[in-house]
T-cell receptor, first 115, second 114 residues
Framework: DAKTTQPNSMESNEEEPVHLPCNHS???????IHWYRQLPSQGPEYVIH???SNVNNRMASLAIAEDRKSSTLILHRATLRDAAVYYC????????????????FGKGTHLIIQP | KAGVTQTPRYLIKTRGQQVTLSCSPI?????VSWYQQTPGQGLQFLFE???????NKGNFPGRFSGRQFSNSRSEMNVSTLELGDSALYLC?????????????FGEGSWLTVV
């Protein structure tokens, strides 16, 4: 799986937007971009995923660069409950279906929310 | 809709023993995968099962094994436990393992080896 690069940590204030960057310069045309987050003492939680176009859901928005070499997870109004480690993961749909690879987690970004 | 359920949540074992962890996927999900999380190595993929067949395996020794039953429930087993096997073991399920499918994780089983 292609690698991703994320900042080790970021800090934001409560009720402000948060932009979490992810670089994936070696992304292939068949890689989906997935974001997961892990709250303390819990399993990872799905946040959002996309392939080429920007995506929105009730949790967040995913902005994908035109060349797909980077993406940004946007939390529109951070709350204390959003404090977690956020993982940006690439998943190759070209490999799946007959032998799905597991998710390859990096170190992620530790998001700190200040009240 | 019930989420991914893992049992037991916490357990303590002695070096040399074996352990079996259980996972019930979300209803309708046929793909089950397992991960190990440690402070040093982070989250690492163990293996993935689909329709009772192991389709993929991470880089772990043969002491780590698993199986999936016809109802998609899965178990993983670790034999001859070592201190380094102390970790959070996470089970995840999805519809079919395709890259566009969402993967849902359980809360994990905390294993301590003493």
């Amino acid at each position: 799986d292609a690698k991703t690069t994320q900042p080790n940590s970021m800090e934001s204030n409560e009720e402000e937007p948060v932009h979490l960057p992810c670089n994936h310069s070696t992304i292939s045309g068949t890689d989906y971009i997935h974001w997961y987050r892990q709250l303390p003492s819990q399993g990872p939680e799905y946040v959002i995923h996309g392939l080429t176009s920007n995506v929105n859901n009730r949790m967040a928005s995913l902005a994908i660069a035109e060349d797909r070499k980077s993406s940004t997870l946007i939390l529109h109004r951070a709350t204390l409950r959003d404090a977690a480690v956020y993982y940006c993961i690439l998943r190759d749909w070209g490999k799946s279906g007959g032998g799905a690879d597991g998710l390859t987690f990096g170190k992620g970004t530790h998001l700190i929310i200040q009240p | 809709k019930a989420g991914v359920t893992q049992t037991p949540r916490y357990l303590i074992k002695t070096r040399g023993q074996q352990v079996t962890l259980s996972c019930s996927p979300i209803s309708g999900h046929r793909s089950v995968s397992w991960y190990q999380q440690t402070p040093g190595q982070g989250l690492q993929f163990l293996f993935e099962y689909f329709s009772e067949t192991q389709r993929n395996k991470g880089n772990f020794p043969g002491r780590f094994s698993g199986r999936q039953f016809s109802n998609s429930r899965s178990e993983m087993n670790v034999s001859t436990l070592e201190l380094g096997d102390s970790a959070l073991y996470l089970c995840a399920s999805s519809l079919g393992g395709e890259a566009g499918n969402t993967i849902y994780f359980g809360e994990g089983s905390w294993l301590t080896v003493v």
